[in-house]
């Protein structure tokens, strides 16, 4: 499907969402997805192709893709990223699906929004392992990326800025609407079990909504890992006191949103869960000071696949070719 069909089809799920969404906030600390309110198709299709091309990357082998992979719930679901030269990143790689949804990008929030995110990883020795400048001078020496750059922002010199804005327009465009649990919070009696009404009614009593709620069940705020108990990490992510600096945020992180959480495993910041009914067990244990039996963590995990949406859909970009002048990656030196 290609984008200028999708932002129609958005805009018909918006218009469906309007007419019952004021009644499902009363009612409901959750939220339907709802599409973005503005995009720039232009902007969409030049941040697509950059978004899934690995001439980003010093080895021209790693592009945005290859940890958010959007076949697999915006991740890669392997605890840590693989970067550069087969480094193995410090932490969980968080998925990119309803990111425009989250108070600040990366698990400690460093990055304000989307476009500041997108310039992160290029740059990263232990991501992508490229520079701005190189990059840039990669993106100037291909002549069909020059005229697009041209066509969107009118000037004859491409800037990191100019990437990373293209790079987070098409990322805003990657919502997951009609999940069932939408379907049901806008009217839809009957598009949820009883086994999972009856988890959605756990979530709600045993605590889980103080953190997941919202359109995104999450990516609102932050919050400590282990609250009743110590969480024992495989990751040496310290969280927000990273970027804070104040020893009251070690071990904050930004609250993961949960919305197509059955495929975006394994889960928290450093990956050690391996299925939600251990993440579910885990978290009731560490944040709630719950031991919930195995009947109610199935009901829990019923409830929580109903958050699966309608994932991106759209034709893959057809990348344009280097030029002679292109440099040539030479990915195992």
Not at 15 to 38: F, L, N, R, S
Not at 101 to 114: E, K, P, S, Y
Not at 216 to 234: C, E, I, L, R, S
């Amino acid at each position: 499907m290609r984008v200028r069909k999708l932002s129609l089809t958005l805009a018909a799920a918006a218009a469906v969402a309007a007419a019952g969404m004021v009644v499902a906030q009363d009612q409901e600390p959750i939220q339907p997805i709802a599409p973005p309110a503005q995009i720039n198709l232009g902007l969409v299709e030049l941040g697509k192709k950059l978004y899934f091309d690995p001439r980003l990357s010093k080895s021209g082998f790693i592009s945005c893709n290859s940890c958010h992979n959007l076949s697999m719930g915006g991740t890669d679901n392997i605890p840590t990223s693989i970067g550069d030269k087969w480094q193995q990143g410090p932490i969980n790689a968080p998925t990119v699906l309803n990111s425009s949804l989250n108070v600040a990008q990366f698990w400690d929030g460093r990055a304000a929004d989307l476009k500041e995110q997108a310039g992160g990883p290029i740059a990263n020795p232990g991501e992508m392992a490229f520079s701005h400048t190189l990059a840039i001078d990669m993106l100037q020496s291909i002549p069909a990326y020059q005229r697009e750059f041209k066509q969107n922002f009118g000037k004859d010199k491409i800037d990191i800025d100019q990437v990373t804005l293209a790079i987070a327009e098409f990322e805003k465009t990657l919502v997951t609407p009609n999940s069932r649990f939408d379907q049901w919070l806008l009217g839809r009696t009957d598009a949820l079990t009883a086994q999972e009404l009856a988890g959605y009614k756990l979530f709600k009593e045993s605590g889980c909504i103080a953190c997941h709620n919202g359109p995104a069940v999450g990516g609102n705020a932050f919050h400590k890992m282990g609250v009743v108990q110590p969480y024992k990490a495989t990751s040496a992510a310290e969280g927000r006191s990273a970027v804070t600096g104040q020893e009251i945020d070690r071990f904050t992180f930004k609250v993961p949103t949960l919305r197509n959480v059955e495929l975006t495993y394994p889960y928290f910041h450093d990956g050690a869960a391996n299925t939600l009914t251990e993440a579910v067990d885990v978290m009731g244990r560490l944040q709630l000071g719950k031991h919930f039996t195995p009947d109610e963590n199935a009901k829990i995990v019923a409830f929580l696949k109903t958050l699966t949406g309608d994932q991106p859909a759209f034709q893959l970009p057809m990348l344009p070719p280097s030029s002679d002048a292109t440099p040539r990656p030479n990915p195992f030196k």
